[in-house]
């Protein structure tokens, strides 16, 4: 009995950490859509350098993440540079 005890709590901790998780990629992706825009103050879709100058960690990442090397951030490179 006492080992089946120990299966369920297991079980239940496995199931319960991997929801934690799903949850905590969902909450990152969005909160890096909200951070994308708000950083793209013209509207365009996209983050120049300057608009990313208003981020630090972003301005010193911008060449790295610019993957398609066009000068600018699409949403895609974003959230693929929060990734990790």
């Known amino acids: 009995m006492s080992k089946l005890v120990v299966i369920v709590a297991a079980s239940l901790l496995t199931v319960t950490a991997f929801a934690g998780d799903k949850e905590h990629k969902e909450h990152a992706t969005k909160t890096s859509a909200a951070t994308f825009d ?3 103050k ?3 879709a996209q983050l120049s350098k300057t608009e990313a100058a208003a981020d630090k960690s972003l301005a010193d990442s911008f060449a790295a993440a ?6 600018y951030l699409s949403k895609t490179e974003f959230a693929a540079r929060t990734k990790s």
């Open 42 to 44: 013209n509207g365009d």
């Open 66 to 71: 610019d993957t398609n090397g066009d000068g």
């Open 38 to 40: 708000s950083l793209d």
